[in-house]
T-cell receptor, first 113, second 113 residues
């Protein structure tokens, strides 16, 4: 599986935008970029995913570089509840096999009041 | 009510004991997964099941076994628990139709003394 690289930790002030980067230089053409987050004492939850185009949903936006070797998860206005570990994950849908998620160590986001 | 439930939520057991962790889901998904999470690390896949008759080993299946009793139930067993199986265990489900996102349970914290 292609590997992702994320900063270990980031800080943000409450109500300010947050840009969480992810590098995936070995991404293949059939890899989707998924983001999950894990709030304290909870299981991971899906945030957003995309293939080539930028994506928006009620939780966040995903900006994908033109060469797809990096992406950025954007939280438009961070709240204290957004403090979590954010995981950037690549999923290959070409083989029709396991489709399991391969988690790295993620980015611990701290939101300061 | 939660869509994915896990029992027990916390368990302390002794080395050599057999223990079963249970997962139930009401989402009607065919696919179910068991992951473990160690402190400061991401999740690693133990076993996954695409339907009742399909069970597959994941990245770290040694020392574990599973049973898919029904579409809604997927149990993880530690035949003879050892201290390095002390971890947080998560069950997840997914539906290959639509976004194929995974839905995680709240986790079971297992301590083997």
């Amino acid at each position: 599986d292609a590997k992702t690289t994320q900063p270990n930790s980031m800080e943000s002030n409450e109500e300010e935008p947050v840009h969480l980067p992810c590098n995936h230089s070995t991404i293949s053409g059939t890899d989707y970029i998924h983001w999950y987050r894990q709030l304290p004492s909870q299981g991971p939850e899906y945030v957003i995913h995309g293939l080539t185009s930028n994506v928006n949903n009620r939780m966040a936006s995903l900006a994908i570089a033109e060469d797809r070797k990096s992406s950025t998860l954007i939280l438009h206005r961070a709240t204290l509840r957004d403090a979590a570990v954010y995981y950037c994950i690549l999923r290959d849908f070409s083989s029709g096999s396991a489709r399991q998620l391969t988690f790295g160590s993620g980015t611990q986001l701290t939101v300061l009041p | 009510d939660a869509d994915v439930t896990q029992t027990p939520r916390n368990r302390i057991t002794k080395t050599g004991k057999r223990i079963m962790l249970e997962c139930s889901q009401t989402k009607g998904h065919d696919r179910m997964y068991w992951y473990r999470q160690d402190p400061g690390l991401g999740l690693r896949l133990i076993y996954y099941s695409f339907d009742v008759k399909d069970i597959n080993k994941g990245e770290i299946s040694d020392g574990y076994s599973v049973s898919r009793q029904a579409q809604a139930k997927f149990s993880l067993s530690l035949e003879s628990a050892i201290p390095n199986q002390t971890a947080l265990y998560f069950c997840a489900t997914s539906d290959p139709r639509g976004r194929n996102e995974q839905y995680f349970g709240p986790g079971t914290r297992l301590t083997v003394t």
